[in-house]
């Protein structure tokens, strides 16, 4: 999944590069969808369209997201960015 969206585009859309940035938190904390879905007060089919890049969260559910994971919400956003400007 993370390789097909840096394949889409040069740059990534912020919404795709969001997406590999949760995936690649929730995989690293060992968490299910369903697991983080529940932890965020979300349906995990609504998890798994965001880290498809398929849908975009709102800034609270964005912020929900990352209080589940335990990141801060400004450092999902920086590393969003990074991700965003990072060369293929």
């Avoid at 559910?61 to 590393?79: C, D, G, S």
């Amino acid at each position: 999944m993370l390789q097909r969206l840096r394949m889409r585009r040069r740059r990534l859309e912020f919404s795709d590069a969001f997406a590999v940035v949760l995936q690649r938190h929730r995989e690293a904390k060992g968490l299910s969808k369903q697991a983080l879905a529940q932890k965020a007060g979300l349906h995990q089919t609504y998890v798994g369209m965001i880290e498809r890049g398929l849908s975009n969260p709102s800034l609270d559910t964005a912020n929900a997201l990352a209080e589940a994971l335990e990141v801060p919400f400004a450092k999902l956003i920086a590393e969003t960015e990074a991700e965003r400007k990072a060369p293929n």
